[in-house]
């Protein structure tokens, strides 16, 4: 029988999806399960969005652009001036999700055995890329005492060697749903100068910030206009996960060129959803009021809950809508395949991501899970109702 590639078995599997199999199983005994395991929301999808693409009259469904339709990317020039982040429409490229523009970002800026720094717990799918291009993850670790705030500049420091070639960071975070700070940002661009690295920022959350607090795209930072990669994508931002468009966004011209080659490889990104995403530019100014004060109140009912449970630690988050919680228990994977397996609460129970497959560091996140407060106030109570009397029976808790 042919073996399988090396690149292949090391390919880490997904901590969010990997569970999956006993949440059907579970759901098949007729326990209902809440989602809290992953980053899709609730929220409807916009019903003008939707039209646009049911309101669509083509004949033929043809390639688009390589780099996206022209009209798509000239709204997202209007999108991005109205975050303070001026473009040309020449610095956007249309990728298949948040995911192809990673990928791109990867494959343009590093070569297989090279190294790009990134702060822990990070989202998992960097991993994937990552391996898929022989490139070496290096963390840098970051914990739930500071709320996982940006480890220090020599933290940063003693991980640079000669193959270091960028710095990754996403922001707001997913998962701890941290946001960084302009000294933060600052300290990034101090470092990317010094060593001459490219800064990939992951900006998928941008609009979801809490507490008066704003978000510094790396796009804005002056100096940084050949080292800054922005990858983007409207899955979050307007509900619609399945739509799988995004953006590779820099104003470094030869990256560019680089970015498109690829680009042209994978021919082009979908239609529909670049006719969907341009019309979701020109939605009212004030759609991410509503959507912003409900996930607001879905936060702080999360945390509150959570630290309310004895031996449960939860940092509020300033931005995207995840938390990390450490729980009293030893293994967290063990806990959650439990909670799908074993426990039932009035007939339900409900899904958490393993927080060890947001680390690079073996033995990190062992009891921390990541939590998703995408589901509605009620269903997000009667989740922690279920958590909370799950850990009073589980056997495997400190």
Known sequence: MPSISQRGLKMPPSPIRKLVPYADAAKSRGTKVYHLNIGQPDIATPTQILDAVKHTDMKVLEYSPSAGIETYRKKLVEYYSRNHISLAVSDIIVTTGGSEAIQFAMLCCLDAGDEIIIPEPFYANYNGYANSGGIKVVPIPSGIETGFALPSIEEFEKAITPRTKAIMICNPNNPTGYLYSSEELEVIKQICLKHDLFLMSDEAYREFCYDGRTHISALTIAGLENHAIVLDT????????????????????????????????????????????????????????????????????????????????????????????????????????????????NGATLMMAPAAGFYATPGKGKNEVRLAYVLNENDINHAMDCLQIALEQYPGKN
């Open 234 to 345: 409207i899955s979050k931002r307007y509900s619609a996960c399945g739509g799988r468009v995004g953006a590779f966004v820099t104003k470094n011209k030869e990256l560019l060129q680089t970015a498109m080659k690829f680009a042209q490889a994978r021919l082009s990104p979908p239609t529909f959803a670049q006719i969907l995403a341009e019309a979701a530019v020109d939605l009212p100014l004030n759609y991410f009021d509503e959507v912003h004060a409900e996930y607001t109140n879905r936060r702080n009912t999360l945390v509150a809950r959570l630290n309310a449970m004895p031996g449960v630690t939860c940092p509020s988050p300033g931005g995207a809508f995840y938390a990390m919680a450490k729980l009293p228990v030893e293994d967290s994977e063990a806990f959650c395949q439990w909670l799908l397996e074993s426990f039932s609460h």
